[in-house]
């Protein structure tokens, strides 16, 4: 926990007069019973963590709760129980002017209303941020121009917002968010309104500076692609509540429910799992594995060839040189194939009993990250 970027645990958000008190009155409190008393359940007994440096990508149908979510993690709404600890500190007891420093000092955000200022330009916008932590004018002009040219607005540094398409001023307020090189980024859909071209140049850039500086980054998309290339773990939202929290492979071998099995039904498999999701440890197969081994981070699909060709039953699977287990190649193959009795079907079960209110470390839906798909 200590190395937690962000931390919630047990999070409800409802929108409507008296939540608070309608929460405070009951042990074990659900979105149906929220409902029915007239509240709009937005967020629903939330528990999760990001690490540090982890991107922790959030999905989920629309009105699933996803940008609430996000805003209870920056404290730009409040929440009527649970408690948000972001950078180790409990935000939602923070006085307003340290959570207007903390937001200044350490959080980024781009959210979907692109919430730029109408009277200052391009230019004027991303070097805000700057200016309010006190960055002289000659700093904070040059770096807001390489920011500019960093998300492809070169020349347009004087246009403002109204000047500007919906995509550029996107690519503005992406500029900007960059601007402080923020700790923990919040992102709700920022590439919804780009090109793909553009979209993609972004996304590459936000795994370029994830990596360098070990930010940590939540992420709201509605786009599995996007997900899969950016997510070290997904969360997947259904009405409030996390069904799954889970790294992409495991999302798609082992759906916590079976919403989570119907919503990823879509993704190319074999795109997505690698031969580690796939090893199974030494111990319970022949300890002995010799012959050519495929690489734990390669996708079933980057096996291909070996696995067609490869006439073995099980192949051994190594990670950075060392033995991690077996895989079978028929099951991987299986995998290659998108076949119809694919792992997932099969392993997908209903979702735990909800956690009661005390135990708000838990998140219900988790999968054990042992219990391997059988
Ligand atoms: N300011 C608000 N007032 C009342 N209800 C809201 C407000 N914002 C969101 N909601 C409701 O909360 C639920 C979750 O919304 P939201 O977090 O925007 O979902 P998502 O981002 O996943 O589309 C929806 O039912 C939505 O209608
Ligand atoms: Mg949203």
């Not at 990823?264 to 111990?283: F, K």
């Amino acid at each position: 926990m200590v190395d937690a970027a962000i931390a919630c645990a047990d999070v409800w958000k409802l929108y409507g007069a008296g939540g608070r008190s309608w929460l405070a009155g009951r042990a074990d409190p659900s979105p149906e019973d929220a409902r029915a008393a007239g509240f709009t359940p937005a967020v629903c007994g939330v528990s999760l963590t990001a690490a540090r440096g982890e991107m922790l990508v959030v999905m989920g149908l629309s009105g699933s709760g996803k940008s609430t979510l996000l805003r209870c993690m920056a404290r730009l709404t409040e929440v009527e129980a649970g408690v948000v600890r972001v950078a180790g500190r409990d935000i939602g007891a923070l006085s307003p002017s340290q959570l207007v420093a903390m937001r200044r000092e350490t959080m980024g955000m781009v959210f979907q209303s692109f919430a730029l200022l109408p009277h200052r330009t391009a230019l004027e916008n991303v070097a805000f941020p700057l200016e309010m932590r006190g960055m002289g004018r000659r700093a904070r002009t040059a770096r807001a121009r390489d920011l500019l040219a960093l998300v492809g607005l070169e020349g347009r540094e004087d246009f403002y917002p109204r000047e500007m398409s919906g995509g550029q001023q996107q690519r503005v307020g992406i500029a900007r968010s960059l601007a402080i090189e923020p700790e923990i980024w919040f992102l709700d859909e920022p590439f919804s309104a780009l090109d793909p071209l553009i979209r993609r140049e972004m996304q590459d850039e936000f795994l370029r500076l994830k990596a360098m500086r070990g930010r940590t980054i939540v992420f709201v998309t509605h786009d599995f692609t996007e997900a899969l290339r950016l997510a070290d773990r997904i969360a997947i939202m259904k009405d409030g509540r996390i069904e799954q929290i889970d790294a992409p492979d495991r999302i798609v071998l082992a759906p916590a429910t079976d919403y989570v099995a119907r919503f990823t039904a879509e993704i190319d498999r074999a795109g997505v799992v690698r031969a580690a999701a796939l090893a199974e440890p030494l111990d319970a197969v022949d300890a002995d594995a010799p012959g050519p081994a495929a690489d734990a981070d390669a996708t079933v699909r980057q096996l291909g060839r070996m696995l067609v060709e490869d006439g073995r039953e099980r192949i051994p699977v190594v990670a950075g040189g060392a033995l991690i287990g077996v895989m079978s190649r028929r099951r991987a193959l299986g995998i290659l194939l998108g076949d119809a009795a694919c792992p997932s079907r099969s392993t997908t079960r209903k979702p735990a009993p909800r956690a009661g209110r005390l135990r708000a470390g838990a998140s219900p839906a988790r999968v054990p990250a042992s219990s391997g798909p059988r």
